[in-house]
């Protein structure tokens, strides 16, 4: 036995064993530190890797709310769009995919590689739009060509459509995606990059009510992606519906009417402020911006001269010319500066200090009463009564009437006018106020600036008695299994500062103007039903008195002046109030008043005589 212990291959033996067992431990103990590292340390973060890798969420995008006009006809609709997509950190070898998405689409494979590049450091695990809302000849080949194309995806997503392109584009606006001020302003919560909101009109007016609530999905996936099965679901909530004070056919009538014009077209319920129709022209079709705008058409649009993209009923600014004549006649009466017997002789032109200001009509109108100067639209009747108001006492009442600021209405795309006074002109200018100016001023032009709603608004509160109602789009909105949710009731925003007594004067002048023998607007006139109304020509610069063949012929169309008119019907019990405005149309009465008169005409024809 001690032969064997001092056997000097027994010692050889037993080093060997004692190295290999020391061996075997050292590597038992780098796995189970390692297995503590992954484990432990680390075992949370290393957990959620791999279920990342294995379980995603998934959104669900809800179907916006609908549009309709006030008698049920959907206006705004949605339908289904495939979306291409890709998720780089499964699209291995990224180059190879996108090589093979190339020969299948024809799209271009550095072009899906800048997209993607541009996402910067989290694209690589996010989803990537490839393409959106591609044609069913580009679906095709992908889903049968789909198990070669690991993280390429096809998402189906309501997409917005508008029935009618171009109709009502300015008061139902259009979406665009979402861009980082937006996303970072706060106001849009559950919106991510690449999702739409509404950019214009109603649509951004109304987004939270629209939107409606976005779901998900938790899905299990394989290595390439591709959904293996759904573990759990949350449903999309479809946005409320909301239906419109405007009536489709009233607005495709107005909108015909001012084909191949600029100008506006607003109509009014002046019983309740409800808008019939607010027309714009020229107008633009909001499915181009739903599909993605061009670089090229998008500043076509912006560079138009004409402005399509401005909603001219609210944000456009005019003189309200000689419709501003209502303004001063109200003021004139409420001063006691005239009452209804003065009369005023006008021979064509009024002197005030070294210079005349010309009557429209070079003859004059001989002596006139205020029921007559409206009617007949006399300057020299508004120019004395206007020098002797002053230009504050004046601004009194326009503001008073509404004009020169905001109206309320629910698109946010308004602005507010002017109504100058003897102040406002030191602040602004750093000059003193002429009383020269006045006489300017008294018939609508000079300083003066309004918009055609504002105007509408005017409009319809003579006609209605003197309640001024604060403009409204929307009359109700419904859940999308139909339920109510809320209607919108008529709001009123004052009074007109005229008494019972000298407003129905007024209302004597601007009927007389449709019916009157000299009325300026005899063409409004519409068989079996009483029109009221007034004409007005803008100035855009000044003129003298040449005949009109001369002025048309000297001046391009964009010097000459633009027709107005505003009108209601019927006088004793009026239905609508509309306003018109056409840019360098010239006369009021021979541009615009036929237009109302249409307008009104296509209204009433729907038996809307009697009430709304």
């Given amino acids: 036995m001690s032969g064997y212990l001092n056997?000097?291959?027994?010692?050889?033996?037993?080093?060997?064993?004692?190295?290999?067992?020391?061996?075997?431990?050292?590597?038992?103990?780098?796995?189970?530190?390692?297995?503590?590292?992954?484990?432990?340390?680390?075992?949370?973060?290393?957990?959620?890797?791999?279920?990342?890798?294995?379980?995603?969420?998934?959104?669900?995008?809800?179907?916006?709310?609908?549009?309709?006009?006030?008698?049920?006809?959907l206006l705004v609709d949605n339908r289904p769009a495939f979306d291409l997509l890709i998720t780089p950190r499964d699209a291995k070898p990224?180059?190879?995919?996108?090589?093979?998405?190339?020969?299948?689409?024809?799209?271009?494979?550095?072009?899906?590689?800048?997209?993607?590049?541009?996402?910067?450091?989290?694209?690589?695990?996010?989803?990537?739009?490839?393409?959106?809302?591609?044609?069913?000849?580009?679906?095709?080949?992908?889903?049968?060509?789909?198990?070669?194309?690991?993280?390429?995806?096809?998402?189906?997503?309501?997409?917005?459509?508008?029935?009618?392109?171009?109709?009502?584009?300015?008061?139902?606006?259009?979406?665009?995606?979402?861009?980082?001020r937006e996303l970072s302003s706060g106001k849009h919560p559950n919106v991510s990059v690449g999702d739409f909101i509404?950019?214009?009109?109603?649509?951004?007016?109304?987004?939270?009510?629209l939107r409606g609530r976005q779901g998900g999905r938790q899905v299990e996936v394989n290595v390439r992606g591709r959904v293996i099965?759904?573990?759990?679901?949350?449903?999309?909530?479809?946005?409320?519906?909301?239906?419109?004070?405007v009536d489709t056919k009233l607005q495709k009538r107005a909108e015909e009417l001012l084909k191949g014009e600029?100008?506006?077209?607003?109509?009014?319920?002046?019983?309740?402020?409800?808008?019939?129709?607010?027309?714009?022209?020229?107008?633009?079709?909001?499915?181009?911006?739903?599909?993605g705008l061009s670089y090229a058409k998008w500043n076509s649009l912006r560079n138009d001269p004409e402005k399509p993209m401005q909603n001219k009923a609210t944000q456009a600014l005019y003189p309200p010319a000689s419709i501003y004549k209502i303004i001063t006649a109200m003021a004139a009466l409420e001063e006691k500066i005239v009452d209804p017997r003065t009369r005023i002789y006008c021979s064509g032109s009024h002197a005030y200090g070294d210079r005349n200001y010309r009557c429209w009509k070079r003859s004059g109108h001989g002596s006139v009463d205020m029921v007559q100067a409206l009617a007949q639209s006399c300057d020299v009747y508004f120019y004395v009564v206007g020098q002797k108001l002053g230009v504050d006492r004046l601004a009194f009442y326009a503001r008073g009437a509404g004009l020169g600021q905001r109206t309320g209405i629910e698109l946010r795309e308004e602005v507010d006018g002017l109504i100058p006074t003897a102040e406002w002109k030191r602040k602004k200018l750093g000059r003193r106020w002429l009383s020269g100016e006045t006489l300017s001023l008294s018939i609508g032009q000079s300083y003066n600036l309004v918009t055609p709603l504002q105007m509408a608004m005017l409009a319809a509160s003579v006609g209605n008695g003197g309640t001024i109602y604060k403009p409204h789009l929307l009359e109700k909105i419904e859940s999308a299994d139909g339920k109510l949710v809320r209607t919108i009731a008529p709001e009123v925003k004052g009074k007109l500062p005229v008494s019972k007594k000298n407003l129905a004067l007024i209302r004597k002048g601007l009927f007389a103007t449709v019916h009157g023998k000299r009325g300026?607007?005899?063409?409004?006139?519409?068989?079996?039903?009483?029109?009221?109304?007034?004409?007005?020509?803008?100035?855009?610069?000044?003129?003298?008195?040449?005949?009109?063949?001369?002025?048309?012929?000297?001046?391009?169309?964009?010097?000459?002046?633009?027709a107005w008119f505003v009108s209601y019907a019927p006088v004793e019990n009026p239905t609508i109030a509309v306003a018109v405005i056409v840019e360098h149309g010239e006369g009021g009465s021979t541009k615009a008043a036929p237009i109302a008169r249409e307008v009104m005409e296509t209204w009433l024809e729907k038996g809307e005589i009697a009430g709304d």
């Fill in 520 to 562: 300026t607007a005899r063409g409004a006139a519409i068989e079996g039903v009483l029109v009221a109304g007034k004409t007005g020509t803008a100035q855009v610069v000044g003129k003298g008195h040449d005949d009109a063949e001369k002025k048309k012929k000297r001046n391009p169309k964009k010097f000459r002046d633009h």
């Fill in 7 to 73: 056997n000097p291959d027994g010692d050889w033996y037993n080093n060997r064993l004692k190295g290999t067992v020391i061996l075997i431990l050292f590597a038992f103990g780098v796995i189970l530190v390692r297995l503590f590292f992954l484990q432990v340390t680390h075992g949370a973060r290393y957990r959620e890797l791999s279920t990342n890798n294995r379980i995603r969420l998934q959104s669900l995008e809800p179907s916006r709310g609908l549009i309709y006009d006030r008698s049920g006809k």
């Fill in 262 to 291: 600029a100008g506006s077209v607003v109509a009014l319920n002046p019983q309740t402020g409800a808008v019939l129709a607010l027309a714009s022209s020229p107008s633009f079709d909001q499915n181009d911006f739903v599909s």
């Fill in 198 to 209: 509404g950019k214009f009109g109603i649509e951004k007016v109304m987004e939270q009510t």
């Fill in 94 to 180: 990224l180059g190879d995919t996108l090589a093979r998405l190339e020969a299948l689409t024809g799209l271009n494979a550095s072009e899906m590689l800048a997209r993607i590049r541009k996402k910067g450091s989290e694209s690589n695990k996010n989803v990537v739009v490839l393409k959106r809302d591609i044609g069913r000849d580009m679906l095709a080949p992908i889903e049968v060509e789909n198990h070669d194309l690991p993280g390429i995806t096809v998402k189906v997503r309501p997409k917005r459509f508008y029935l009618n392109p171009g109709m009502g584009a300015h008061l139902l606006g259009y979406l665009g995606e979402i861009n980082a």
């Fill in 229 to 245: 099965r759904e573990l759990k679901r949350v449903e999309a909530q479809a946005g409320d519906s909301i239906f419109l004070t």
